[in-house]
């Protein structure tokens, strides 16, 4: 549940793609959260993704490159177009994801993860899943990556109009405005 104050958290739905891309610090590429394939399995089980079996380094290859696919799809939501080859990887893990459709009582019918496994094809298929639901509920767009090259950092947009550039005005943003302005200097 969002913390009051936390405006930059994204709805419940895309914690989980929000957390993911934010397992490192661009800033501080030391505080990679998932530098192993322990350290992934450990986040994944944190994250209620235990049915999968465990990780291996090729595994970990494969959740670095959905994170960074993910975080260029964040970008593209602020307006930075996705590269070729992100948007093929993205596509690729996302379409081995085991998925099915499922309905409830009420004939609503959702996409949900199906049974795997993976380790790596039980976090695609949340993943894919949360995507699913939020483009389903047009709050997907919202999730970005900041503008700062530096930084990255995956924010939910809460602005009324969905411009929101960078995840601190106060940090990111403000870096940004000195440099142009010093640029102009």
């Not at 639901?133 to 990556?145: C, F, I, P």
Request: hydrophobic residues 45%; charged residues 25%; proline residues 5%.
């Amino acid at each position: 549940m969002e913390q009051p104050g936390d405006r930059h958290a994204a709805p419940q739905s895309l914690r989980l793609v929000q957390d993911l891309v934010n397992t490192v610090d661009l800033e501080d590429a030391e505080s990679d959260a998932l530098g192993s394939p322990e350290a992934l399995a450990a986040w994944a089980r944190e994250h209620g993704i235990t049915e999968g079996g465990g990780f291996d380094w090729a595994g970990l290859d494969m959740v670095l490159t959905l994170r960074e696919a993910l975080r260029d799809a964040c970008s593209a939501h602020a307006g930075t177009d996705m590269a070729p080859e992100a948007v093929a990887a993205l596509d690729g893990l996302l379409a081995a994801a085991p998925l099915r459709l499922a309905v409830d009582p009420a004939g609503a019918a959702t996409v949900v993860p199906g049974p795997t496994d993976d380790g790596v094809a039980a976090l695609t298929a949340q993943v894919a899943a949360a995507i699913a639901a939020a483009a389903a509920d047009g709050t997907w767009h919202r999730l970005k990556a900041c503008a700062a090259d530096t930084c990255r950092w995956a924010y939910y947009d809460r602005s009324p109009a969905g411009r929101g550039r960078w995840c601190s005005m106060a940090v990111c943003g403000s870096r940004a405005k000195m440099r142009a302005y010093r640029g102009r200097k």
